[in-house]
């Protein structure tokens, strides 16, 4: 018999499903061409409930845990990787306001970020620290008033589209991790702006842009948990499930990789045989398969690790972030050879998903990097 939990998060990957196929998936490949920002699939997300899921109920949400956030992106993913990274961007959002912010900005933000009515997002990278977030140089200076944030920020998921930002910035230079705060910044405010969008490689509709702070003015009730402990703010929520989300794209891309692969080899003929009759094509589709399923088994097994002990979260999010990101490149690399030449056209839909499954090995934090502290756990260093 399935738990209550269990039970609410089946329904949420079910709905999760029933949108992206009618309405997400159909108009992917035209968001990809155009680099359009999918906003009108995320208001659908909103509309559902599904953007405050794992919110806590009395905040308004269902009060998922990771293995139910797990399941629920991983359905985004397989329909449209851009679409489900803009809402893994705000629901880090979301959660870090929950669980660090003040009654006040909670009270104000929440309801709307959980309705989907106000977008929400993260900017922590910066063109000279990259991975690396202790290396960050955007300050924030206190006055009487809030802060002056001056700095810059890069590759920023939904950068000129999202209404509120939580922001990485260091408020006392000289105590290097312990000097940064994490701030709620809003769209609006004199002193932010926006670059051009990145034209990216894929991720195309994820809008990825710089943001420039200059003597940007944010209220001191915007501080979200305590000046100085920005770190564990930025580490509990994109870390602490930020990293299962992308975990879950990655595995929603190789699953579709994986069908198209196997509706195509039995759908083409060469010689009047369907290439699924052939040895080479199977055993291609047998590693695919096989990758798949044990991509999201090691999710589902480091979320459930997480939720059941939220001071590992950080060492399974590394953990289910790099396999799976990994796994989704090889699985559709694999899924073009099988489609041949039809595979590495732009009006095959596998072709999208290697260009976005590429995207995710340098998302919230690249391979090497993760490689690396995933070793350093190991090693107790």
Request: net charge negative; hydrophobic share 45%; proline share 2%.
């Amino acid at each position: 018999m399935q738990s209550g939990v269990e039970s609410i998060e089946r329904e949420a990957r079910d709905l999760a499903r029933r949108i992206a196929k009618d309405r997400i998936a159909s108009t992917a490949g035209e968001r990809d061409r155009s680099g359009e920002f999918p906003r009108e699939t995320i208001e659908a997300l909103g509309e559902s409930g599904l953007l405050g899921a794992v919110v806590g109920v009395d905040n308004g949400g269902a009060g998922l845990p990771r293995t139910g956030l797990a399941g629920l992106v991983t359905e985004l993913g397989r329909a449209c990787a851009s679409t489900a990274l803009v809402a893994v961007s705000h629901i880090i959002a979301e959660k870090a306001i929950e669980t660090a912010a003040t009654d006040f900005v909670r009270t104000k933000w929440l309801p709307k970020m959980v309705a989907g009515q106000t977008l929400g997002a993260f900017a922590v990278h910066e063109s000279n620290s990259g991975s690396n977030s202790g290396a960050i140089t955007t300050t924030a200076r206190r006055d009487a008033d809030g802060y002056i944030v001056t700095g810059s920020k890069m590759f920023i998921t939904s950068a000129g589209e999202a209404d509120v930002y939580l922001v990485l910035v260091r408020t006392d230079p000289q105590r290097g991790p312990q000097g940064m705060s994490a701030l709620l910044i809003e769209k609006d405010v004199s002193g932010l702006s926006f670059g051009r969008p990145e034209d990216k490689m894929g991720l195309r509709s994820s809008s990825s842009r710089e943001m420039f702070f200059d003597d940007c003015r944010v209220p001191a009730a915007n501080l979200v948990g305590v000046e100085g402990e920005g770190g564990q703010v930025v580490g509990q929520n994109v870390i602490g499930w930020g990293f299962f989300g992308a975990a879950a794209i990655s595995v929603g891309i190789a699953q579709a990789a994986t069908d198209l692969a196997v509706t195509h080899a039995k759908e083409r003929t060469i010689a009047g045989q369907p290439i699924g009759v052939h040895q080479a094509v199977q055993a291609l589709i047998a590693d695919m398969s096989l990758q798949s399923e044990a991509a999201e088994a090691l999710l589902v097994m480091c979320a459930d690790r997480a939720d059941a002990s939220p001071a590992l979260a950080a060492i399974n999010g590394f953990k289910a972030k790099l396999f799976a990101s990994e796994t989704a490149i090889e699985v559709a690399d694999k899924a073009i050879q099988v489609m041949g030449g039809h595979g590495y056209c732009r009006d095959y839909t596998v072709e999208r998903l290697f260009r976005d499954a590429r995207g995710l090995t340098l998302h919230f934090k690249t391979s090497e990097w993760l490689r690396q502290d995933i070793a350093k756990a190991a090693l107790g260093l």
